[in-house]
């Protein structure tokens, strides 16, 4: 494949798209006969080169400045410990380490004339110790990308950081399609973002179901009038996808399923939650499939190359375990949560988003969190935190917020067995995503 700097010129000025960050932009053309590297391109070249940057932006452009120059560009992310950046500094090798760039190209002779075949570093987003550190190149990254012209008036944007694999398709589709992409920035509202997406004119948006449920509530989602929207990153249950095809009834909505190591697997545009189970019988653009206990193996020329000096990432017939579980109900595999993330009560197994499913499923819900507690008997009970919807939220008195816990508690009797059902629920006003806009799960017991 190509550079990806060869790809965006190859587009000609009127096609190599542009990069919008909060206050600031820049056109991709300016970068034919300038460098926001300042000089220092042609003494990065053959360089395993760390890009430790605080703006997405500067990410953004690196990327295309040094791809096919450097020998390995490693994405941290900017939520990084000095103790954890430094631990990935030594297990990458690298020898340069690049902050912030300024967005304005200083003009001069640029060549970027590929040497190497860059290879990618993606961290994975664990919520404990050293991330793993994850080998692609830009043909595994590409793989999943449509090869279509765009449509005329195309504007990509996402709710995740491009440093994360999630982020860095939609970077890429952007960047390879020639179109604009507006950039999230890390902090600011939720309302803000949407506001200034909806000013630059985004058809195109994506992020994970969390993204999108925080979006819902903050009053601004109709800033937007999307054609397309992508969830992906966490299980995407049937509540959310009915609220965002209430919200946005033009838009096609999607959910795709995609890690880190094994790339993007497919998309689903039903409608409808999980995905049908003729995926697995049938290979989908070379995507083979496997169900082994109850997990999710993944085959493709998708899958990243390796882990950087730990475990082998796939086992030896080249499938990798993605660690989610799923369960086939009439035709249709549905996904029940991360393996290591089932509640023990008693011996018996609880999916947490199986119970969060089942109380996002009410309009009065906007999202939920679901964990265990210790119990001296079963070992560990069931408990739900809840964020209602803005309507009924902050005017609920006593008595009303104790009928809606009820009505709550009554559906999750209905629709499971007793042992997940929770056996405690309370209102709480937010709950905390992870930097990588996943719900945070906090680890042990509440």
Request: hydrophobic fraction near 40%; include cysteine.
């Amino acid at each position: 494949m190509t550079s990806l700097w060869e790809s965006v010129a190859a587009r000609g000025a009127s096609g190599r798209g542009a990069f919008h960050a909060p206050g600031v932009s820049l056109d991709l053309s300016r970068l034919a006969q300038a460098s926001c590297l300042g000089g220092r391109l042609e003494s990065l070249r053959g360089r395993s080169i760390l890009l430790a940057m605080r703006e997405q932006l500067s990410t953004a452009i690196a990327l295309i400045e040094l791809d096919g120059i450097a020998r390995r560009l490693v994405l941290a992310t900017p939520e990084l410990s000095p103790e954890t950046l430094a631990e990935v500094t030594t297990i990458a090798g690298t020898g340069v380490q690049l902050a912030d760039l300024d967005p304005s190209p200083v003009p001069g002779e640029i060549d970027r004339q590929p040497t190497l075949a860059t290879e990618w570093i993606l961290l994975t987003s664990g919520t404990t110790g050293t991330p793993k550190l994850v080998a692609h190149t830009l043909s595994s990254l590409a793989g999943a990308l449509p090869r279509q012209t765009p449509a005329p008036g195309m504007v990509w944007s996402t709710f995740y950081d491009i440093r994360r694999y999630g982020g860095l398709q939609i970077y890429l589709r952007a960047v390879l399609g020639g179109v604009p992409l507006v950039l999230s920035s890390a902090g600011e509202p939720t309302a803000e973002f949407l506001a200034r997406a909806g000013g630059a004119g985004v058809t195109h948006i994506s992020g994970t179901p969390s993204h999108w449920r925080r979006a819902l509530m903050s009053g601004a989602a109709q800033s937007l009038a999307p054609q397309y929207v992508r969830l992906s990153g966490e299980v995407a249950d049937q509540g959310l996808l009915d609220q965002l095809r209430a919200t946005y009834p033009n838009a096609k909505i999607a959910h795709a399923f995609a890690s880190t190591e094994a790339g993007v697997a497919f998309d689903v545009t039903d409608g409808q939650a999980g995905f049908p189970a003729q995926y697995l019988d049938a290979p989908r653009d070379g995507i083979q499939m496997k169900i082994e206990d109850g997990t999710l193996r993944i085959r493709s020329h998708r899958t990243a190359a390796r882990y950087l000096g730990s475990a082998p990432l796939s086992s030896e017939d080249g499938f990798v375990d993605t660690g989610d579980l799923v369960e086939l109900k009439d035709g249709r595999y549905y996904f029940r949560g991360r393996r290591g993330g089932v509640i023990n009560v008693g011996g018996m197994k609880v999916y947490p988003e199986e119970v969060e499913g089942v109380l996002n499923a009410d309009p009065r819900v906007r999202m939920s969190l679901v964990r265990p507690k210790r119990n001296p008997i079963t070992g560990a009970i069931v408990i739900a935190e809840v964020v209602l919807e803005d309507s009924c939220g902050p005017a609920l008195d006593a008595p009303a917020a104790e009928n809606l816990k009820n009505d709550l508690l009554e559906a999750c009797r209905r629709a499971l067995p007793a042992h997940k059902v929770p056996a405690r629920l309370s209102f709480v006003p937010s709950l905390k995503l992870t930097a990588a806009g996943k719900l945070d799960r906090p680890q042990g017991f509440a």
